[in-house]
């Protein structure tokens, strides 16, 4: 049997853990991971991965130069594939028709037209980007505008892996839906893919549907999660006003199994590239087949989220005498989640943002979004200093605002920190991660979302 050769365009977060997870659990197939950014294929070919995810060095080191290539060399590898998933970045459109809300598919697009120009007989072409609905239709009309009269397969299969747990996501997933026409070679291009997954995901949680639902299925999924995170932002409004407590009120809510538990945790807001991009997407996608309505209902989860950002600076201002200004401010954390450097839509930067129109003086850590800290503040105004160590970043500060959820806070010497302050001391929770009782009883005024502050006024 000859060896299947399986490519993937686009060498990011997510197109090269997958792709290390594949190579891991398939040995009999080879394959290659190709990008245009050659930094960051040398990076996957080097001791410092591009990306920092738990559990990802190992699979490399395991499958590297063994049945797992990285390249710049995007012609050969569409020649030799017989497999393509395309995993090119997808970001909102931010010009021209739909600017905000539609995405971007040039990419999408450009990675078609490669196929189209450089293979030489008919492939796979897996979409594992985020699409909107009906993208296939175009990749098809692309794809089957070569001259040389190929004829290509389009197969949907979305990604669900989170940030900070993808290895544990694509080698357990809850399910991988994998999406193909209705004809016998769709179904037959559905079976090749779904024979990748098979070697280490058992059969019932390989789904197979129509085009259109899977890629639906991928935007509804992340907007009913981002949802939900908006739903219990909305309610710590309420909590903060009433002196319910909101971690009461989702564990109660949450034993109902019809609602359950998982994602219920109130915050400064989610981030992250997916959540905003793909309610925007579905947010026009509504707009353009007419249906305003549903597209407002939405669009309702995105403005609930800036407002959660909004409402947290409100309150740390409220509670230092209603100005920051020449206040340096301790910001624990800036990626937009625990476990990962990414800080691509992180509600740190509209919080680190608005303390600077308020003239705050900033002071971050984070133990691994530094360097991406640093480009997202490139343009902001005022004084801000990046600092690896903790206890430098709190020294002489009125107050900490603690924007990620970072296991390493928790076993932060908080007395040594309180006594390296100004008093009063403020702490701000904005993952409700910390002992806020113990911090209290060391003289902190500490205000978790959506429960009663601790105050010593
Ligand atoms: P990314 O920006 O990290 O990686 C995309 C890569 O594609 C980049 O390295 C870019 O250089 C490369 N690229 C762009 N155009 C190219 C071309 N024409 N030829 C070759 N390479 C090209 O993006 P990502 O986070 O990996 O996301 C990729 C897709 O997966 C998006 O559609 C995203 O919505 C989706 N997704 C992301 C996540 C996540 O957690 N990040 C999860 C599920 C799905
Ligand atoms: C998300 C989806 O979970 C994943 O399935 C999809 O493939 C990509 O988008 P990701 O953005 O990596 O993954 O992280 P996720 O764990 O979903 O968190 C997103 C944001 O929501 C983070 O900022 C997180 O802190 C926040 N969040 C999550 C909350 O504020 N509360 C919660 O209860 C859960």
Known sequence: MTTKKILCIGAGYVGGPTMAVIADRCPQYQITVVDLNEKRIAAWNSDEL????????????????????????????????????????????????????????????????????????????????????????????????????LKFQIISNPEFLAEGTAINDLENPDRVLIGGMETPEGQRAIEEVVAIYANWVPRERI????????????????????QRVSSVNSISALCEKTEANINEVTAAAGRDSRIGAKFL????????????????????????????????????????????????????????FNTVADKKIAILGFAFKANTGDTRESPAIAVCCQLLEEHARLR????????NARL???????????????????????????????????????????DLMEKPAFLFDGRNLLDHRKLYEIGFNVYPIGQKALTHF
Not at 103 to 125: F, H, M, S, W
Not at 364 to 371: F, M, N, S, V, Y
Request: proline share 4%; with cysteine.
């Open 364 to 371: 971050i850590h984070d133990p691994k979004a530094l360097g």
């Open 50 to 149: 591009p990306i920092y995810e738990p559990g990802l060095e190992e699979v490399v080191a395991r499958c590297r130069n063994r049945n797992l290539f990285y390249s710049t060399d995007i012609p050969k590898g569409i020649r030799e594939a017989d497999i393509i998933f395309v995993s090119v970045n997808t970001p909102t459109k931010t010009f021209g028709c739909g600017a905000g809300r539609a995405a971007d598919l040039q990419y999408l697009e450009k990675t078609a037209r490669a196929i189209v120009e450089y293979a030489d007989e008919g492939k796979i072409v897996v979409e594992k980007s985020t699409l909107p609905v009906r993208t296939a239709q175009a990749m098809s009309r692309i794809l089957h505008s070569n001259p040389k009269g």
């Open 265 to 320: 945790k109130a915050s400064i807001g989610f981030g992250g590239s997916c959540f905003k991009k793909d309610i925007l997407n579905l947010v026009y996608l509504c707009g353009y087949y007419g249906l305003p309505e549903v597209a407002e209902y939405w669009e309702q989860v995105v403005r609930m989220n800036d407002y959660q950002a909004r409402r947290f600076v409100g309150n740390m201002l409220a509670a230092m």
């Open 376 to 418: 997202d503040l490139e343009d902001a105004e005022g004084d801000i200093s990046y600092c690896e160590d903790p206890y430098d970043a709190v020294k002489g500060a009125h107050a900490i605002a603690l924007l990620t959820e970072w296991d390493s806070f928790r076993k932060l010497d908080f007395r040594r920190i309180y």
């Open 207 to 226: 789904i197979t549907t129509n085009l259109w639902s899977s890629e639906l299925t991928k935007l509804v999924s992340n907007a009913l999660l981002a």
